[in-house]
């Protein structure tokens, strides 16, 4: 995976000590890298992260309606920048696991953006690509809450799929959109660490989101 300690863009920027305060649940065992930097509260006019990210994230709701094909458009685009940035080597050494969305998979706001990303990311590519955890409960989705849960409480619905768990996985990455207080990070982790101890997990993200500008 290309890295970098300062550049955006195609490179990947790891969580270091000046960053981590941003994202409170973190420790300095975590390994969290990121694309793109993502401003909260700042609307999609913001910038292109902003954009991408607002457009990511449409609701199932929504598909069949014009702006649908955004969300489409933009799945394809952080596809590509996700392959390009871990390069192909790395994708086939990794197991790659989408973080749940907030929803269980029978809702019908289940929404698998992350999963059907990752698929078009690796078209070519051997990977293994694995939901090893699922949400067995539905609840409000983070970001549209004021109400951050913590590591705990996520925790609390999160279960491993035993259908996917074999054969046992050397190195995850947990993948999710953005970075804010890495609770669900943490909360993966935790499970997928205690199913597999000897395991290698990082966190791989579009974006982390930084501090709202003050003016």
Same mark, same amino acid.
């Given at each position: ?23 409170? @649940? ?131 619905? @999160? ?57």
């Amino acid at each position: 995976m290309t890295t970098s300690s300062g550049t955006l863009g195609l490179r990947f920027t790891k969580i270091d000590d000046l960053k981590r305060p941003d994202h409170f @649940y973190l420790t300095a065992e975590d390994e969290c890298f990121f694309l793109r930097e993502y401003t909260a509260r700042a609307g999609f006019g913001h910038s292109e992260t902003n954009d991408l990210i607002q457009n990511f994230k449409k609701s199932p709701d929504r598909k069949g309606l014009p702006e649908w094909y955004y969300k489409e458009r933009d799945l394809r685009r952080i596809a590509l920048e996700f392959r390009q940035a871990m390069g192909e080597k790395w994708i086939s050494l990794w197991t790659l696991v989408p973080i749940p969305p907030s929803k269980c998979r029978t809702d019908p706001m289940y929404d698998d953006r992350l999963l059907r990303m990752l698929l078009e990311m690796t078209i070519g590519i051997r990977s293994d690509i694995r939901e090893l955890i699922h949400q067995t409960k539905s609840v409000a989705a983070a970001h549209e809450s004021d109400d951050r849960p913590s590591p705990d409480e996520i925790e609390r619905f @999160y279960k491993v799929d035993e259908g996917v768990a074999e054969p046992t996985p050397k190195s995850i990455a947990l993948v999710d959109d953005v970075l804010t207080t890495g609770s669900h990070f943490k909360a993966a982790k935790r499970v997928l660490s205690d199913r597999f101890p000897k395991a290698r997990i990082i966190g791989v993200f579009i974006a982390r989101r930084v501090p709202e500008p003050l003016f």
